[in-house]
């Protein structure tokens, strides 16, 4: 029962021009949305988010875009460089109370894709 | 700041075996998170702890695997006995007050033989 789906593994795209990464999920309590990036021997790290109050998040050359109607969302890159040849995991979060004091949401990601930027 | 602190980086085991794996979450976290990589699945989170509370181990596979959060700033996640299909990348990660910004360890890699 994958909640997070990016349905596709891979992706190649040449120096300069726009990366677009996909990614799709099924719960519709879900109400914040990340992108992470991960390079190899490391720990993935926060690259951006969105709030589901909001349609586009935009933080220099990347831009998330949300569309909750189809419960979608998607990374822009652009102008894609060779650094940002990495795995791109997008995770989704349903913020809860607990013991009424402190917020907290289990953080579901998906599978994940492989950008290969070729210079 | 030091950020999660996660031991051993390699752990190569036998069948049967136990495993402990360890994490030291950034100070100030109240949230930790034990996650398991695999190509298959991504990153299938396992455990998650608030205040030092197990919230929910429904990702946890079996019982062969146990978490614990003896205080803020210690965790392990126990494999015993450990199997093949163990094999993966496990991450610890914290956060502060669900903020959803997670704050991975560099992973400990796992092969069980």
């Known amino acids: 029962d994958q909640q997070v789906k990016q349905n596709s593994p891979s992706l190649s795209v040449q120096e300069g021009r726009i990366s677009i990464l996909n990614c799709d999920y099924t719960n519709s309590m879900f109400d914040y949305f990340l992108w992470y990036k991960k390079y190899p021997a490391e720990g993935p790290t926060f690259l951006i988010s969105i709030s589901s109050i909001k349609d586009k998040n935009e933080d220099g050359r990347f831009t998330v875009f949300l569309n909750k109607s189809a419960k979608h969302l998607s990374l822009h890159i652009v102008p894609s460089q060779p650094g940002d040849s990495a795995v791109y995991f997008c995770a989704a979060v349903q913020a809860r109370k607990i013991h009424g004091s402190s917020n907290t949401g289990k953080l579901i990601f998906g599978q994940g894709t492989t950008l290969q930027v070729k210079p | 700041d030091a950020g999660v602190i996660q031991s051993p980086r390699h752990e190569v085991t036998e069948m049967g075996q136990e495993v402990t794996l360890r994490c030291k979450p950034i100070?100030?976290?109240?949230?930790l998170f034990w996650y398991r990589q695999t190509m298959m699945r991504g990153l299938e989170l396992l455990i998650y702890?608030?205040?030092?509370?197990?919230?929910?181990d429904s990702g946890m596979p079996e019982d062969r695997f146990s978490a614990k959060m003896p205080n803020a700033s210690f965790s392990t996640l126990k494999i015993q006995p450990s199997e093949p299909r163990d094999s993966a990348v496990y991450f610890c990660?914290?956060?502060?007050?669900?903020?959803?910004?997670?704050?991975f360890g560099e992973g400990s890699r796992l092969t069980v033989l």
């Open positions: 990660a914290s956060s502060f007050s669900g903020s959803g910004e997670l704050f």
């Open positions: 702890f608030n205040n030092n509370v197990p919230i929910d």
């Open positions: 100070s100030g976290h109240n949230s």
